[in-house]
């Protein structure tokens, strides 16, 4: 924590760019009931950044789409998200929790982009 990550690759000049950053924008599709693994583990490369992260309060938004349209669907991923924003001390802005797409059309159909839209235009 709080020192150069072990893993010589490109993820230590994104982490440079949040640390620039004014918010970070979070986008996921739900897989098994949580955050696709290529986000996962970016977010799990922030640990070498943790207080710098923490201190900065910086913006977030959190965006997941789900196929199914149950109320279980987002539940685990609110949760967790919930506590990451707690954890890294971020400025919550919104959260577009898009669920029930499984089928062709669904999103000129369903009212997340203007959601997502009005978010957008508020922060
Ligand atoms: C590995 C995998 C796991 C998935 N798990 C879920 C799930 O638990 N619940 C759900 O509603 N959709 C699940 N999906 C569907 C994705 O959430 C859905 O495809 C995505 O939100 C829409 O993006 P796409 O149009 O790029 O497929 C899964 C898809 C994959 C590939």
């Given at each position: 924590m709080n020192g150069d990550c072990i893993f010589k690759d490109d993820m230590p000049n994104i982490l440079d760019y949040i640390e620039e950053a004014d918010m970070i924008v979070f986008a996921t599709p739900i897989y098994y009931f949580g955050f696709s693994a290529q986000i996962k583990s970016a977010i799990d490369r922030f640990y070498s950044r943790n207080g710098r992260i923490q201190s900065k309060h910086l913006k977030s938004v959190f965006i997941a789409t789900a196929w199914n349209d149950d109320e279980v669907v987002m539940s685990g991923i609110k949760k967790h998200i919930d506590i990451l924003i707690d954890y890294l001390n971020l400025d919550n802005q919104g959260m577009i929790l898009a669920k029930?797409?499984?089928?062709?059309g669904a999103s000129t159909e369903k009212y997340y982009k203007e959601e997502a839209y009005h978010l957008g235009k508020r922060v």
């Open positions: 029930g797409y499984g089928y062709p």
